[in-house]
């Protein structure tokens, strides 16, 4: 139990305000401790210390940072079970869950080290000079990935650990050699307290600078706010609301210099059932759904709000098994009040719209801040005069749209905003006539699953979690993935710059045995 | 002559409007043709015909969009001297000029048709499943690049053909996959509507659809505006001044859906002399910077629009070549009447501050919109004083900035803003002296240039056109080379999707051989 938490100000620590905020237990609604509110004073601090730690950390070469992201993750490993409690308290996930998204965080760090222990993900590209060339000579042109400079974080509330203090932005932009300033989420502020200090103690075992990293605990919009319109700060990372995350890109938008803000602001990840295999699968279809709208109790980006199927003969035995499969589930605590609160203002106002349909319900006890899962049916008319229906609700619930045709399937995927993710399930005789409904969700999406469910995001080179907007506000970048590390670099080309002063990833001994583009070829070889 | 100049739209050509805007010889002042202006329902019908013709195009392959291109290149050599005889005329600029400039414009849509052809720029990236990892089995993910939709491409002024029309940013776009409606620019109207036909007969001949391109001519803000915010075009490319760049960016940003805005927004693009060239050089440094920034009558976004030294013993001695060297420079017509009236205004204001010298003027002919050219001389405090002499007066002029010292120079490297290049003259010893000044200048810049000039960018694929804020609206862009294509592209991943159903460039055999990543290792193997 701490007494007062304190802002993480690179090395040191610092709690100046009397103003405190409260790490909530959410399944007792009792205070775990206070935390003091960061300053203007603290705020400028943090972002200072990055901004002269950036000149050091962004010239340490990969391996050395490698080691910091791997030191980082073995000092998560190292607060054992104090972590795994605390974390369980604040967020009321299951210790189970817990304990796996620790292992993702842990994986995504070690991922983030591999690739820069391996280097070619700078994208080196070399021209060499011609001075034969007429009419004017070609100069020795060589570009690579640069960092930004200092980044801010926001941690988000569902993913305690994997998109929090340590998570896959924290991950990403230390790797790609950006300073990182967090904004502690305050669904778990103990929790994110644990985490910084871990990262601080890896930083200081590996070397590096003071104000490599900071944590900030404070009111989301004022310390928020502070944060994203500091001219130091270069770029901002963010996963949550749809609400939160354009107020956060308008500020950004509108700094004298505008920086970009990679917000994922979730979405409803409409899945489409083809004839087909709602005819041949409609048990494990059911199964499969209901399993994924109340996993983590609906509290994951990619849970499936919409799922669309075609009215046939099939279709009334498929819903009557997806009735008895939502019985099944079970609600559970969610992340905080203030989220259950919306859940359930969201549910009541759906239960309440002409034309829905209450399908089925789950299981659940009536304690403090528990979901109940729900499940709505409606006609695919409903969706024009209501178009709020396909709308993210975050939590266990989902709505089960009747479309009356293919044509109005395909008006429905036409007709759709961004999402992260888009899933079809279909027998190969389906998906083949159902091509067109593919070729408009593949415009629509991050990711398009085939015959599966979206929660659960593989973390890989190939993973694109992200979106057009609303999903996201870059739809060119991924929150989740090795890819997630180009979001916070820029190109820079050298002129002419002699051998010894290039950056090793661009010298012509390429000392690094990296992949280069040397002269539109791609190869690993010695420039003579 | 054309008598009446119509929209392109699509295959189509249509003139609704009465009000028209008139093509003018700049040298003369003489109106060359009139040209309708587009109404909101040709406008409206352009990005319809786009976004209906980017459903077919953006299934097109990589192989037969190089032939578009390549052919596009071909009309475009096809009008021979009537292109150049009309560019010259519009732009002001010398046949040589126009020349060199065309075979550039061909040269870059060869270019993107050969990286087509090639077909790994799309970032293929593959993880084949394992079914028997535990906790989870590993799902088949695999993602690569898409085209975005229609694309609104603004000509530029300054390369009525290589950064207009056909030029960098539709050649870029369309590569992509991306369909374009562009803005013509009114400095070159009867240019572009001789390059606008071209396209359109290349587009035919390959069979491409009606809509995957469109030339528009009217008002800068009130059609550049309907366009950037029309709801179906998905980015913006511009090339030209702060100013209308930034309010085509609050535009986008402002939208319910804001969309990506590449302006390029040109910048000063500083040259720092270090002392031991100065003392070495002084004779090659003062003919070469005196040309450089007198080239194309200083109309290039890479115009050195500074010149910083430090005083010194030699520095007297170079002051004097530079008088010399500059004196024999000669101004010209500039692009319009309006780049004219600013560029002299600039030069006036410059002329009438305290503190600033005018060091030396070009020689020039007191003919209609004739530049000339001015050389001012200050010393570094009035920087502090008026910021503004860093910034850029589009022309053929420049500001010497005498430097104190060292410390100087680091001081002002430090406060500069973003810019497209900044270039360091010196000896080895002097580089290697001034290695933190280095350090310091490739963090403002997308090039960083040694002992060259910044005119004159090489399209290849390590060049880096682009560069931190303002000198653009997104710095982890490249308007010039290969990688311009990146600009117009999303990543799109596919969960177990079959194979037969994956585009080509995913698909297990790689029939099109290109470079993957496959489970984190580059290759171009066949996945069994």
């Known amino acids: 139990m701490i007494n007062v938490g304190k802002q993480i100000i690179g090395f040191e620590t610092s709690a100046d305000a009397r103003e405190m905020i409260s790490s909530i237990n959410t399944s007792t609604g009792e205070k ?27 010239k340490i070469s990969g391996v050395r940072k490698a080691e910091f992201l791997e030191a980082i993750a073995d000092e998560i490993i190292g607060i054992e079970d104090e972590l795994i409690t605390i974390c369980c308290a604040e967020s ?75 998570g896959g932005d924290t991950a990403s932009a230390l790797a790609a050699g950006c300073c990182v300033v967090v904004k502690a989420h305050p669904a778990h502020l103990a929790t994110s307290s644990l985490i910084g200090k871990a990262i601080n103690k890896a930083a200081i075992s590996t070397e590096m600078p003071d104000g490599v990293f900071s944590l900030l605990f404070g009111d989301g919009p004022v310390l928020g706010g502070l944060l994203v319109k500091h001219p130091d700060i270069k770029a901002v ?15 950004a938008v509108r700094r004298e210099t505008p920086i970009p803000v990679y917000a994922e602001m979730g979405s409803t990840n409409p899945v489409f059932i083809l004839p087909q295999a709602l005819l041949e699968k409609s048990q ?33 035995g498929f819903i009557q098994k997806l009735e008895e499969e939502f019985r099944q589930t079970s609600g559970g605590v969610m992340l905080t009040g203030d989220i259950y609160k919306s859940y359930t203002a969201g549910v009541e106002k759906r239960s309440g719209m002409s034309g829905v349909e209450t399908l089925a319900k789950g299981n659940y006890t009536a304690n403090l801040n528990v979901a109940s899962p729900i499940l709505f049916k409606i006609k695919s008319d409903l969706l024009k005069i209501h178009p709020d229906l396909s709308e993210e609700l975050f939590g266990p619930s989902s709505v089960i749209v009747e479309a009356n045709s293919k044509k109005d399937i395909i008006e429905i995927a036409k007709n759709l905003s961004g999402h992260l993710t888009a899933t079809v399930h279909g027998t190969d005789s389906d998906l083949v006539e159902y091509k067109d409904l593919l070729d408009i969700l593949e415009q629509k999406v991050g990711r398009l699953l085939i015959n599966g469910f979206p929660t659960g995001v593989e973390v890989c080179s190939a993973m694109v979690h992200g979106g057009p907007f609303p999903a996201t506000t870059d739809q060119k970048t991924t929150s989740v993935g090795t890819a997630a590390i180009d ?22 001994e390429n000392p690094l045995s990296i992949w280069r583009l040397v002269n539109g070829n791609l190869n690993k070889e010695v420039i003579k």
Not at 112 to 122: H, I, M, N, P, V
Not at 241 to 251: E, L, P, R, T, V
Not at 293 to 302: D, N, S, W
Not at 487 to 508: A, W
Request: glycine residues 10%; neutral net charge.
């Open 32 to 58: 775990m401790a206070s935390f003091s509110v960061a300053t203007i004073t603290e705020v400028d601090r943090a972002v200072e210390k990055a901004t002269a730690a950036f000149q050091i950390y962004r």
């Open 92 to 166: 009321g996930l299951p210790k189970g869950r817990i304990e796996g998204e620790r292992g993702r965080t842990v994986g995504q760090l070690k991922l983030f080290a591999d690739l820069l222990k391996e280097g070619s993900w700078l994208d080196a590209r070399i021209e060499t000079a011609n001075s034969e060339r007429v009419p004017l000579p070609k100069p020795d042109i060589r570009s690579m990935q640069m960092p930004f400079g200092p980044v801010l974080v926001f941690g988000a509330s569902n993913f305690p650990l994997a998109f929090s203090v340590a």
């Open 237 to 251: 990372a963010f996963t949550g609301s749809f609400g939160a995350g354009k107020a956060i890109y308008d500020m």
């Open 284 to 316: 494990s279809l059911a199964n499969g759904f209901s399993g994924s709208v109340t996993l983590g109790i609906g509290q994951f980006c990619t849970n499936p709000g919409m799922l669309i199927y075609e009215s046939a003969d099939a279709a009334p």
């Open 487 to 508: 979001r916070f670099t820029r190109p820079v080309c050298y002129q002419n710059m002699p051998d010894k002063l290039l950056p090793d990833e661009l010298k012509n």
